[in-house]
Protein backbone atom coordinates (compact mmCIF):
# COMPACT_ATOMS: atom_id res chain seq x y z
CA UNK A 1 0.00 0.00 0.00
CA UNK A 2 3.09 2.23 1.00
CA UNK A 3 4.56 1.92 -2.72
CA UNK A 4 1.39 2.60 -4.49
CA UNK A 5 0.89 5.75 -2.04
CA UNK A 6 4.77 6.75 -3.20
CA UNK A 7 3.66 5.89 -6.61
CA UNK A 8 0.56 7.88 -7.07
CA UNK A 9 1.84 11.20 -5.25
CA UNK A 10 5.62 10.99 -7.63
CA UNK A 11 2.87 10.82 -10.39
CA UNK A 12 0.94 13.96 -9.14
CA UNK A 13 3.78 16.06 -8.29
CA UNK A 14 6.21 15.16 -10.99
CA UNK A 15 4.94 13.32 -14.15
CA UNK A 16 1.53 14.53 -15.03
CA UNK A 17 3.24 18.50 -14.25
CA UNK A 18 6.45 17.46 -16.69
CA UNK A 19 3.92 16.19 -19.22
CA UNK A 20 1.51 19.34 -18.95
CA UNK A 21 5.27 20.95 -19.13
CA UNK A 22 5.76 19.66 -22.76
CA UNK A 23 2.44 20.03 -23.81
CA UNK A 24 2.10 24.11 -22.73
CA UNK A 25 5.62 24.97 -22.75
CA UNK A 26 5.83 26.08 -18.89
CA UNK A 27 5.96 24.10 -15.49
CA UNK A 28 3.39 25.08 -12.91
CA UNK A 29 4.95 23.88 -10.03
CA UNK A 30 8.35 24.55 -10.95
CA UNK A 31 7.41 28.39 -11.35
CA UNK A 32 5.72 28.41 -7.91
CA UNK A 33 9.24 27.27 -6.56
CA UNK A 34 11.03 30.11 -7.98
CA UNK A 35 8.13 32.76 -8.31
CA UNK A 36 6.42 32.51 -4.46
CA UNK A 37 8.65 32.99 -1.24
CA UNK A 38 5.78 32.12 1.09
CA UNK A 39 5.87 28.37 2.23
CA UNK A 40 2.24 28.40 2.81
CA UNK A 41 0.96 30.04 -0.21
CA UNK A 42 3.22 27.99 -1.88
CA UNK A 43 2.41 24.52 -0.86
CA UNK A 44 -0.99 25.29 -1.70
CA UNK A 45 -0.84 26.63 -4.77
CA UNK A 46 1.55 23.56 -5.23
CA UNK A 47 -1.96 21.14 -3.88
CA UNK A 48 -4.05 23.24 -6.40
CA UNK A 49 -2.09 22.52 -9.41
CA UNK A 50 -1.62 18.61 -8.35
CA UNK A 51 -5.45 18.64 -8.07
CA UNK A 52 -6.23 19.79 -11.31
CA UNK A 53 -3.88 16.65 -12.94
CA UNK A 54 -4.96 14.61 -11.02
CA UNK A 55 -8.65 15.59 -12.63
CA UNK A 56 -7.17 15.91 -16.13
CA UNK A 57 -5.10 12.31 -15.70
CA UNK A 58 -8.59 10.50 -14.53
CA UNK A 59 -10.13 12.23 -17.53
CA UNK A 60 -7.74 10.87 -20.36
CA UNK A 61 -7.62 7.52 -18.44
CA UNK A 62 -11.59 7.19 -18.24
CA UNK A 63 -11.47 8.60 -22.19
CA UNK A 64 -8.81 5.87 -23.09
CA UNK A 65 -10.56 3.30 -21.18
CA UNK A 66 -14.10 4.41 -23.33
CA UNK A 67 -12.47 4.60 -26.35
CA UNK A 68 -11.03 0.82 -25.95
CA UNK A 69 -14.35 -0.31 -24.74
CA UNK A 70 -16.41 1.54 -28.07
CA UNK A 71 -13.69 -0.14 -30.52
CA UNK A 72 -13.67 -3.45 -28.90
CA UNK A 73 -17.76 -3.40 -28.92
CA UNK A 74 -17.95 -2.19 -32.56
CA UNK A 75 -15.58 -4.44 -34.16
CA UNK A 76 -16.66 -7.63 -31.87
Do not use: R
Request: charged fraction near 15%; include cysteine.
Amino acid sequence: MEILFDFVVEFIMEILPEWIANIIGVNPIKIFEKKVHNKVIQNILIVIVATICLIIGVLIAVGIVIGVVYLISKFA
